[in-house]
């Protein structure tokens, strides 16, 4: 929200400048994000008033204008063709200074002489956003006569600045400025001015304007409204066009700008319709009908579906309830009569529909975080007020107010001492009091109680702690000092997942691979993309009811997608080797369509490319598990996994039950991510891992008795697996094997077509004793002798 400081200043006395506020705001539960300066490094930039206005003699499109700015008259040329004689302008005489460090020289177009320039509100400073369209193309026109050669800076009140903020959900009531002004108020202890509302014109009777108006939706629960008659459309004044696009809001006409000015002085939204527009001078508030149609402000043709809430007139929708009004009933420069709409619409509603239509207004972002229905009377009566101020149009006697459930003040009890006890402070009662009085909360002393008034503006207060973060905030957190915990101290510490979770983590950045993350939701298409088949339980994804578009519409059941994604676009980036990875979850269904919560399933995944292969993976996930205490892992071939090479892919089993895959990726899926180089990925079960994990070490003593070594090599069929080979020599150890290490394949000379050759380097020994030459050798043979019978394995001379 954009904070005007001069406007703050119409409700409270103070010469505080913005950083003071600002920092003071803060301190006080008010987030800060900016403080921009209106001035922008403008000089000497004054009135001027044209005098005369002549063609150009060799140009079309150029003027010649005399301006008298005061002390002299200049000559000065324009392109802009929406100069009249006898407007006031501003004027950049030569030398003066425009925003971007732009000094005004004297300029020659064609053979004359300009001796400045005649600015627009965009070469002021102003955003493009801000200024009216009317006058996007040409010169700013002041709406009356000024003192010549007066600045403009202090005309138009650029010595200003605006402090944005950041206003969180819950505190609806400061996005207004009246309600920052409250919180200026208590937070400085500066009293504050509200606007006094008096009308003092008011003529006829409003039920000679309105056949009637009709709620029969529960989703309004107060719609007032009045009407002003002799209506007279024109530019707003200076000063209320100024205040708006200070706000961020672009002037149009002087009744749409007063609701626009209301709406941000005290919050709630409103709403002007031509009344000789509305079909039977009859409004309707009512959900539309499912294919109704209507033609919004911004001139787009919107559907309607039975969810949204309208203003109807006899025959068609008006506009949308609380998000935008309808093209057909919109204010032009012919409106005569005018019906003032303040209304409280169910915030539900409301978000749905904006979200629905992706169509977010200034109006919307209020309704959809709650407003207070009181404030509808009191805005339009103020827009009321207004209008017969600067001569508008007149107010008709009378309003239609329908009011369902009349929201009162509630009451909170507060116990003093809990307020010093939980913030950790010592203050008087009658500080506290005078702390919850300057924000509105009308509070009095009754015995050892604070009985504390709750306005309807202020929706968030509903129980005494609430009371007591509103005292702490004005106290000033900042100004508590830190003392010691009261009281039992128990022990905090991270569960046991998240222990092993950590403790993984950096086992694999140990390894060399960095951590990465990835959304929890992906586009459909991705199951296509890794090749996933057409009845896999993992193609029973959750759809999600409002994505952020189609390609997070899913929530994942495999990080695979995600991991491919990351690494193509590293890829693809220039990223020669890549070496990640993710712990996340993954959402299975129970049933579909859903029932209950999603079983979400933790996976490690781990993703390599570049100078890498499938045996560099393996050995990240060996030592990973290993360095869990989770030993003993079966790696058998996987070949009908259509997202991996179907020669080169592996389950892991551990104890009978598999754990993950790991392997390279199918060539067909590298092509749908736009890559030319093996990828690597392994997915594995963490939630079991955590299961499995066994961090207990036992230690034992260095051996006193001497190994023996000996080696075996084998020519075996080169579909025989390594891991099988070693079963069968771990199985005649007769626990005497120490350790087990393949050093040597070989395929090629001297080794036969379709065959491969295997070396082994196998370490005997006893804990307990020398070993013999024979009973090793015994061993050995027993191996060989098995190899042979169940692989036809050779010995390699």
């Not at 403008?42 to 005399?66: F, M, Q, R, Y």
């Not at 026109?141 to 650029?158: A, K, S, W």
């Not at 088949?533 to 959750?542: A, D, H, M, N």
């Not at 389950?651 to 030319?676: Q, S, T």
């Amino acid at each position: 929200m954009l904070l005007p400081v001069k406007w703050l200043k119409d409700y409270i006395e103070t010469d505080k400048d913005s950083r003071i506020l600002a920092d003071g705001l803060t301190l006080s539960g008010s987030h800060v994000e900016s403080i921009i300066n209106l001035n922008k490094g403008l000089e000497n930039i004054v009135v001027g008033k044209i005098l005369s206005l002549e063609k150009h003699p060799d140009a079309d499109k150029l003027t010649i204008c005399k301006v008298d700015i005061g002390k002299e008259v200049l000559q000065i040329v324009t392109g802009a063709d929406n100069l009249q004689e006898g407007d006031y302008i501003p004027v950049a005489a030569v030398g003066s200074k425009l925003p971007g460090d732009i000094i005004i020289e004297k300029t020659n177009f064609r053979g004359v002489d300009s001796f400045g320039m005649l600015c627009s509100l965009k070469e002021l400073g102003y955003s493009d956003n801000v200024i009216p369209k009317e006058m996007k193309d040409g010169i700013f026109v002041l709406d009356n006569e000024y003192p010549l050669g007066e600045n403009i800076v202090t005309i138009m009140g650029l010595n200003n600045d605006v402090i944005e903020f950041e206003i969180t959900p819950n505190r609806p009531d400061c996005l207004s400025i009246i309600g920052m002004a409250r919180e200026t108020s208590a937070t400085f202890k500066i009293p504050l001015k509200k606007p006094i509302i008096n009308i003092e014109n008011e003529v006829e009777d409003i039920k000679d304007y309105v056949d009637s108006i009709e709620v029969p939706s529960n989703n309004c629960n107060r719609y007032y409204a009045r009407v002003i008659k002799d209506v007279n459309i024109k530019p707003s004044p200076l000063w209320m066009q100024t205040r708006l696009m200070e706000a961020g809001i672009r002037p149009i006409s002087n009744i749409v700008d007063i609701t626009n000015f209301v709406m941000l002085e005290y919050g709630e939204p409103l709403h002007a319709f031509d009344l000789d527009k509305v079909e039977g001078k009859k409004i309707i508030v009512r959900e539309a009908k499912e294919g109704e149609k209507i033609l919004t402000l911004d001139e787009a043709e919107r559907e309607l579906s039975a969810s949204d809430l309208i203003i109807a007139d006899e025959k068609q929708p008006i506009g949308i309830a609380g998000v935008m009004g309808g093209f057909n009933s919109e204010i032009t420069n012919n409106t005569k009569i005018v019906l003032l709409e303040g209304a409280n619409f169910n915030q539900r509603s409301v978000r749905l529909t904006s979200k629905r239509f992706g169509l977010r207004t200034e109006a919307s972002t209020r309704f959809e975080k709650g407003i207070d229905p009181n404030l509808s009377q009191i805005a339009v009566d103020r827009v009321c007020q207004l209008i017969e101020e600067i001569g508008a149009g007149v107010v008709v006697k009378g309003d239609i107010d329908i009011y369902k459930d009349v929201k009162k003040e509630t009451a909170i009890d507060l116990r003093p001492n809990r307020v010093n006890k939980l913030l950790g402070i010592n203050i008087s009662t009658e500080e506290m009091i005078s702390y919850l009085n300057g924000l509105g909360l009308e509070s009095r002393l009754e015995e050892d109680l604070i009985k504390v008034n709750i306005p309807t503006f202020r929706l968030d207060l509903k129980i005494e702690a609430d009371l007591i973060e509103e005292i702490g905030r004005l106290y000033g957190f900042h100004n508590i000092e830190s003392k010691p915990l009261i009281g039992t101290l128990t022990r905090g510490e991270k569960p046991y997942g998240r222990r092993i979770e950590d403790r993984t983590k950096n086992i694999l950045q140990g390894l060399g691979l960095n951590e990465v993350m990835t959304y929890s939701f992906i586009s459909p298409k991705a199951y296509d993309k890794i090749k996933l088949p057409e009845g896999s339980p993992l193609r029973k994804y959750i759809m999600l009811i409002n994505p952020l578009g189609e390609d997070y519409s899913v929530m994942r059941t495999t990080l695979i997608p995600n991991m491919m994604e990351l690494l193509s676009r590293n890829y693809n980036r220039g990223v020669e080797q890549c070496s990640v990875y993710e712990i996340g979850n993954s959402f299975i269904s129970k049933s579909l369509p859903i029932e209950g919560l999603p079983i979400e399933k933790k996976i490690l995944s781990i993703g390599i490319y570049g100078n890498k292969d499938f045996f560099d993976l393996k050995e990240i996930v060996d030592k990973t598990l290993g360095r869990l205490g989770i030993k003993e892992i079966e790696y058998i071939r996987e070949e009908n996994n259509t997202s991996f090479h179907p020669g080169r892919t592996a389950k892991l089993i551990h104890d009978g039950e598999e754990i993950g895959i790991l392997g390279e990726i199918h060539i067909d899926v590298l092509e749908n991510y736009d890559i030319k180089e093996r990828v690597y990925i392994a997915q594995l079960d963490f939630n079991k891992i955590v299961e499995k994990t066994n961090l207990e070490i036992k230690y034992k003593p260095l051996p006193k008795y001497p190994a023996m070594m000996r080696d075996l090599a084998l020519v075996v069929n080169e579909n025989i697996l390594v891991g099988d080979i070693q079963k069968i020599i771990s199985k005649h150890g007769e626990g005497l094997i120490e350790k087990i290490e393949l050093f040597d394949i070989y395929t090629g000379d001297q080794i036969p077509e379709g065959m491969k050759s295997v070396a082994y380097s196998i370490t005997y020994r006893s804990y307990e004793r020398t070993l013999r030459d024979d009973e090793v050798n015994n061993i050995q043979e027993s191996i060989i002798k098995d190899l042979e019978n169940t692989f036809d394995a050779k010995l390699r001379s």
